[in-house]
């Protein structure tokens, strides 16, 4: 028999256990690959050393196994990439894609911003770097083009790069590889075919698309899930203090999350644990019944 040509994958960053949001973007995209009679595979995010949190990673296998989300194969680690990583950026340079940049986050403080607050980068080391000025980072030089792509939930988006992000960086200052970078070269070494993923990622995917097309990687088909926000419409986040998901009451915590994902489970399953909510949301699970709007977590624990 043939593998099964579905290949997802959830991509935690070990920044902190995981919360209800994070959750929300794991059933999602494991729903999603067991549905379609996919594998469903696990990286773990622990590029940014400085952000990672001893312990994260060991907390987030558990509790997702007390979730019920088993994974497929063997966990990638994006720590142990960096080889993969300097490839991918050597092939940039080499396609004269990428150009080192002197730019302190002092120096850029004045420059726009883009509707996700996201700095966007004026192009000051695109033609070479000032007199005297030290190389810091790298970053890829971007097409002033309007990039179309398809979400499975948000339908058809366009982003023009140079306006909307500018050149961005694929390695960082301290020397760490950029996500953006790393998430283009684990998703095709993993042989990922379907992401899904939270909303804050959403206007990340066609800086991503862009890297699939210079580093000549198959693009995955894509699906953002709603955001989950606090009371105070904050993302649920280390920074603003989400909670873990709790060890007891489970099932409530799932079908919260499946609720939230518009999937609200029948009122026979009340009681139900992980797996039974798991084994009913595999047969009922349509990814356009996902809302597209934001959830505010003001339920959960
Ligand atoms: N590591 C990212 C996060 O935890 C997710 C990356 C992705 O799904 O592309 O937000």
Redesign the pocket.
């Known amino acids: 028999m043939n593998p099964a040509p579905y290949v997802g994958?959830?991509?935690?960053?070990p920044t902190g256990p995981l919360h209800f949001g994070?959750l929300v973007?794991a059933v999602a995209s494991f729903l999603d690959a067991r549905t379609a009679g996919g594998r469903w595979l696990l990286r773990m995010?622990d590029l940014d050393r400085p952000r990672c949190e001893p312990g994260a990673a060991d907390t987030i296998l558990r509790q997702l196994e007390a979730y019920g989300l088993q994974w497929d194969g063997a966990m990638l680690q994006q720590s142990q990439r960096d080889d993969a990583y300097a490839a991918a950026l050597d092939a940039l340079k080499a396609r004269g894609a990428a150009y080192p940049c002197a730019c302190t986050r002092s120096q850029l403080a004045q420059a726009p911003r883009n509707h996700e607050g996201e700095i966007i980068y004026p192009g000051t080391c695109r033609d070479g770097l000032p007199p005297g000025a030290i190389a810091r980072a790298w970053r890829v030089r971007v097409p002033d083009v309007s990039t179309r792509f398809h979400d499975r939930i948000h339908g058809d988006l366009e982003q023009n790069l140079a306006n909307d992000v500018g050149d961005f960086i694929v390695r960082r200052a301290d020397g760490l590889f950029a996500?953006q970078l790393a998430?283009v070269v684990d998703?095709a070494f993993q042989g990922i075919t379907h992401?899904v993923?939270?909303a804050?990622?959403l206007w990340?995917t066609p800086r991503q698309i862009y890297l699939q097309d210079l580093l000549d990687l198959p693009t995955p088909i894509y699906a953002h899930v709603p955001l989950i926000t606090n009371a105070a419409g904050q993302k649920l986040s280390k920074q603003t203090l989400a909670p873990a998901l709790p060890e007891a009451g489970r099932g409530a915590v799932l079908a919260l999350a499946l609720a939230v994902l518009g999937h609200p489970p029948p009122p026979e399953l009340n009681n139900a644990g992980p797996a039974q909510l798991l084994a009913w949301a595999s047969t009922h699970w349509r990814i356009e019944q996902v809302p597209l709007q934001p959830a505010i977590a003001n339920a959960a624990p």
């Open positions: 994958r959830f991509a935690p960053s994070s973007a995010e996500y998430v998703d992401v993923r939270g804050d990622l990340n």
